[in-house]
């Protein structure tokens, strides 16, 4: 970090997990001083009374409209804020959205400053975000295998086939409807349930 | 051919006739294949648009031209081709703040001018109290909201900078802030109003359209660049999305349309609510007063969704008045020319056609807009109103 102190460091998302991995990121790189905001409730104040550097804030949280106003000059807002990049730094910001979050300078913070935690936390952003997608195909996976033992045992009843040849079925039947097996599955268990 | 489109919105029923053209296959019609993408924030559209993750979006007015002018973030040229509406939102206030102002009032209670002063009279004897000062709650500091609110109060006259607080809020929060107190009132658009009405916590003071007759709300925006290299497709978005107004304008297909809009994966509120809104006839009071005006939302009628130069002009005025920017008659131009009726009339053929001169804003106060004397507009706003 050099001479200069570590600058203090926002962060605003309501996910607790995702804050918590960007706030271990940050820490590991050398900056010490993080506080985490994941109350929206009266969020300017709460940033006034931090009197951070630099904001970050995820772009699925409706209050990133409230930051915005820190650019203005009014009552309301104490310490304008500055563009968190210029026009040169176009490629910044696409990652940073694509990544899902933004970042705010607050005033007098120097811009080469803010790089690095930018891309600190683009990396961990994306980190999450392809947690998350492995935890939501787990999950469907899991789904998936329960519709389809229960598919089974409904083909296994009503035609009397044994376990691999209800699987069997059940494969071949998705090739050539050209769907997932989980998909034949549940719709076995929905026209069960109709007939029933 | 068909072209595949992603248009970013956010959920309001202003919206409506973009989603209308999805619903009821306008797109399609015009070879359009579009996604909707519902947004969380003002900021994510105009990112979104602007990094070129939207084809085109739903917005705010004078965003498209804040992005122009590289006002409060990057610089990226940005283009209207159409207008969404024009009004739509209304001023909402505390029942508490509203008896202060009926105590104080001395004239019709919906004429801004006599709220406006009731206003001015309602802060000055706070001030005396030493009590805080009113807080206000709008959407964006580059919207309409934000200016129709201004533009109320500083009639009365309230500096909004100086006599109370102006705070953006999104408008999904803006009903629970005001059942909290931490504002004491709000100009938002629908269905936010209706809803604090229902809820009891709330009053609507005025429709935007007491304030102006006339006020570019949501526009649909596209990068200038995109809209040279897809003119087809502009063209083809543009006819979708007015025909999709005019059907959404129709009575008989409001029932309709208020149904499509009510969906979770849409506005999800309440379609009676939206109902209210598509037939400017809304419940302004809990002890259910009515109030009708056919001017409340405006989607294709009186030539609404022709973009109009001096609505843009206006609105970079706002910029200028309310200090987020400097005067710069080089900004001005550029401002006007955001807003493209060209690229509008050459969607329905009308090409090198001369165009009607557009209807006058008609704002409640203040001096005429006369983009050509800008000078003198500034010249006629009263002291304190602003630009200081």
New interface residues.
């Given amino acids: 970090m050099g001479a200069e102190s570590s600058p203090k460091i926002a962060i605003v998302d309501e996910s607790p997990i995702r804050a918590a991995i960007l706030e271990e990121g940050l820490r590991e790189a050398g900056y010490t001083d993080v506080v985490r905001i994941d109350e929206m409730q009266s969020l300017l104040s709460r940033i006034y009374a931090l009197d951070p550097d630099v904001i970050l804030i995820d772009l699925e949280n409706p209050s990133r409209d409230i930051l915005e106003q820190m650019f203005q000059v009014s009552r309301a807002v104490r310490r304008p804020i500055a563009m968190f990049v210029d026009q040169s730094d176009a490629a910044s910001i696409q990652a940073s959205v694509d990544a899902g979050v933004s970042a705010y300078i607050v005033d007098g913070l120097k811009k080469e400053r803010l790089k690095p935690i930018l891309d600190l936390c683009i990396s961990r952003f994306n980190a999450f975000s392809k947690l998350q997608d492995e935890l939501d195909r787990a999950k469907s996976a899991l789904e998936d295998r329960k519709v389809i033992e229960r598919a089974k045992g409904i083909l296994m009843k009503l035609k009397g086939l044994t376990e691999d040849e209800a699987y069997v079925l059940l494969r071949s039947t998705a090739m050539r409807e050209k769907k997932k097996i989980g998909e034949i599955a549940q719709s076995i268990l929905t026209a069960s349930e109709l007939l029933k | 051919m068909t072209a595949q489109l992603q248009i970013g919105f956010i959920p309001l029923i202003d919206a409506a006739a973009l989603i209308v053209a999805v619903e009821k296959g306008f797109m399609r019609t015009e070879g359009l294949d579009v996604q909707l993408v519902r947004e969380?924030?003002?900021?994510?559209v105009r990112?979104?648009l602007?990094?070129g993750?939207f084809d085109a979006a739903h917005i705010l007015a004078p965003v498209p031209i804040a992005s122009s002018l590289?006002l409060?973030?990057?610089?990226v040229p940005i283009v209207v081709p159409l207008t969404l509406n024009l009004n739509g939102n209304a001023i909402t206030v505390s029942p508490a703040l509203h008896a202060a102002m009926m105590h104080e009032i001395d004239g019709d209670p919906l004429d801004p001018m006599a709220t406006a002063r009731a206003l001015s009279r309602v802060v000055a004897a706070r001030r005396k109290n030493g009590g805080e000062?009113l807080?206000f709650g709008m959407?964006?500091?580059f919207s309409t909201h934000n200016y129709l609110l201004r533009l109320w109060m500083a009639a009365g006259p309230v500096d909004?900078?100086?006599d109370?607080?102006?705070?953006?809020?999104?408008p999904?929060?803006m009903v629970d802030s005001l059942a909290s107190g931490?504002v004491d009132g709000f100009c938002v658009g629908a269905p936010w109003n209706s809803i604090a009405v229902d809820r009891g916590i709330g009053r609507i003071l005025h429709f935007s359209s007491d304030i102006m007759q006339r006020a570019a709300e949501k526009v649909l925006a596209v990068r200038q660049q995109w809209a040279e290299k897809n003119s087809q497709t502009l063209a083809s978005l543009v006819r979708a999305v007015f025909r999709a107004a005019e059907f959404t304008e129709v009575p008989d297909n409001r029932n309709e349309v208020a149904r499509i809009l009510a969906r979770t994966d849409y506005i999800g509120v309440d379609a009676s609510v939206i109902l209210r809104t598509l037939e400017g006839r809304l419940k302004i009071a809990a002890d259910g007063t009515i109030r009708e005006d056919g001017r409340y939302m405006m989607l294709a009628r009186e030539d609404a969704s022709a973009p109009d130069p001096v609505q843009a002009a206006w609105l970079y005025a706002q910029m200028v008045r309310w200090?987020?920017t400097t005067l710069s008659l080089e900004a001005l131009k550029a401002a006007q020319d955001v807003f493209r009726p060209e690229l509008y009339d050459a969607a329905f053929g009308r090409i090198g056609e001369p165009r009607a001169p557009a209807k006058a804003i008609g704002s409640f106060a203040g001096p005429i807009f006369d983009p050509q004397n800008i000078e003198g507009y500034f010249a006629g706003l009263p002291a304190g109103g602003g630009r200081g």
């Fill in positions: 969380v924030s003002w900021s994510n990112d979104k602007n990094i993750l590289g409060g973030h990057i610089k000062p807080t959407t964006f500091p909004p900078d100086e109370v607080r102006m705070v953006v809020l999104p999904p929060f931490q200090r987020q």
